[in-house]
């Protein structure tokens, strides 16, 4: 399998971004998407995840009100909106699918960059 | 949320040498739904470890891992040159994801 994302983005404060998740080469509806970032010096940190199958999603407490996620099965594509940028989200954001062995495919990485 | 708890922060060592690193969780990580992801500057992380012992496909045996409940332990056996990064532990049990703060394993 591998998941490939959509390109860089650089944005403005109180702007949204999307980062999709383009999945190949296995079942979309058998496995979810996961997304992770990482800002600039720190670790890793799990955003939300959403199933391939029926649509079902979690996020972390901390982008409650501000993040969205979505599937197009037809694409085979997952989709995350983070809304009300800061630059605290300025990170790498990367896609991975969620399978029962943890997040097992990794996409390439969207640079995300908000700015004045 | 289930909090995860890496240390050391930083492991300073040299090839050949033998790596511990441990994750201790603030709750128990039912089914042991435990997984380590090696990361390297510029890449995106890869699965090494999943449900707390076992190794994902391709992943040399020098790498193991074991543990259950709250503590879990990923052990390089000898260091090779490629294997100086970045470890994160993450639990998947819970609907709510978390990784733990990563350790650095650097060249001494």
């Known amino acids: 399998g591998q998941v490939v994302q959509s390109g860089d983005e650089v944005k403005k404060p109180g702007a949204s971004v999307k980062v999709s998740c383009k999945a190949s080469g296995y079942s979309f509806s058998s496995y979810g998407m996961s ?3 990482q800002a600039p010096g ?6 939300a995840w959403i199933s391939g199958l029926n649509g079902r999603s979690q996020h972390a407490q901390k982008f ?6 979505s599937t197009d099965t037809s694409t085979n594509i997952a989709t995350m909106e983070l809304r009300s940028l800061t630059s605290d989200d300025t990170a790498v954001y990367y896609c991975a699918r969620r399978s029962p062995l943890g997040l097992d495919v990794w996409g390439q990485g969207t ?3 908000v700015s004045s | 949320e289930i909090v995860l708890t890496q240390s050391p922060g930083t492991l300073s060592l040299s ?3 033998r790596a511990t690193l441990s994750c201790g969780a603030s709750q128990s990580v039912a089914g042991n739904f435990l997984a380590w992801y090696q990361h390297k500057p510029g890449q995106a992380p890869s699965l090494l470890i999943h449900s707390a012992s076992k190794r994902a496909t391709d992943v040399p045996d020098r790498f193991s891992a074991s543990g ?3 503590n879990f332990t990923l052990t390089i056996t000898r260091l090779e040159p490629e294997d100086f990064a970045v470890y994160y ?3 998947y049990s819970s609907l709510l994801y978390t990784f733990g703060q990563g350790t650095k394993v650097e060249i001494k």
């Open chain 1, 42 to 47: 720190q670790g890793l940190e799990w955003m």
């Open chain 2, 15 to 17: 090839p050949g040498e």
């Open chain 1, 64 to 69: 409650q009100g501000r993040v969205t996620m």
């Open chain 1, 111 to 113: 640079t995300v960059i």
């Open chain 2, 68 to 70: 259950s409940g709250t």
């Open chain 1, 35 to 37: 997304w992770v970032r």
């Open chain 2, 89 to 91: 532990c993450q639990q």
